[in-house]
């Protein structure tokens, strides 16, 4: 009876204990709030969030490389438009002037289509005519042999102002062939082509006058040459006369 009492004493102590242990438990631990306010991560929601966000990055990615291809474009659209200088233009153009202004003093036979016939049957007629003295004679000579020097002389003079232009032309050259290569845009490539066109066309136009002038020359000494012969032969007619001998009386 004894060991009855004992076990519900100690039952009731163990009960005691446990609900004081509870009790104290309640008043430490801290207010949850409800399971409803808990966070739930959402593997799908996550992932299309990603994709979203890497699309609008490449998006925005596409749009600056159009800018910038944009950007590019009209830097190269203002190249094709610019021009490069020809300062060498008035040089070449003063060069052809001295050549003109050579082949312009040329004397007797100038280099004038209108005048030309007119001008060669003055220095060289057909035949001396008998009219002419002896003094009319020498005077013609002397004309035909100062227009064929002055002819030479005209010559030499282009030949000489064609040697010192390609002497300048060789800076020229240079400086366009520079120009060319450094050419950006699509005009600047034709306006330098055009410059070594222009340089090209000018030595060429020289040439054409420097065998003009020799070529006149030429002439001048060949017709000069047939003229003597003439004028020989007719001198010879005119001191054998008839050819009737002498019949005294």
Do not use: W
């Amino acid at each position: 009876m004894a060991q009855v009492r004992t076990r519900k004493y100690l039952l009731c102590a163990v009960s005691g204990f446990g609900l004081m242990c509870a009790a104290a438990v309640s008043l430490v631990a801290p207010v949850r709030p409800a399971a409803a306010q808990l966070t739930v991560f959402d593997p799908t929601n996550y992932s299309q969030n990603l994709l979203t966000a890497a699309r609008t990055l490449q998006q925005v990615n596409n749009q600056i490389k159009a800018l910038q291809n944009q950007a590019q474009g009209l830097i190269n659209q203002a190249k094709n438009l610019s021009t490069i200088s020809f300062p060498e233009l008035q040089s070449i153009t003063q060069t052809l002037q001295q050549i003109d202004q050579l082949m312009g003093k040329a004397q007797g036979i100038q280099f004038r289509v209108a005048t030309l016939d007119q001008d060669f049957q003055k220095l060289f007629p057909n035949s001396s005519g008998p009219s002419l003295t002896n003094a009319q004679q020498v005077t013609a000579a002397q004309t035909r042999m100062d227009t064929a020097m002055a002819s030479f002389q005209q010559t030499m003079g282009v030949q000489a102002q064609v040697v010192e232009n390609v002497q300048a032309d060789a800076a020229t050259l240079n400086s366009l062939v520079a120009r060319s290569q450094g050419a950006e845009g699509a005009l600047q490539v034709a306006q330098a082509t055009n410059q070594l066109l222009a340089l090209s066309a000018k030595q060429q136009f020289q040439i054409q006058n420097l065998m003009a002038a020799q070529f006149r020359a030429q002439a001048i000494e060949q017709a000069n040459r047939a003229q003597t012969q003439a004028d020989a032969r007719a001198a010879a007619t005119k001191f054998l006369g008839s050819g009737t001998a002498y019949t005294p009386h």
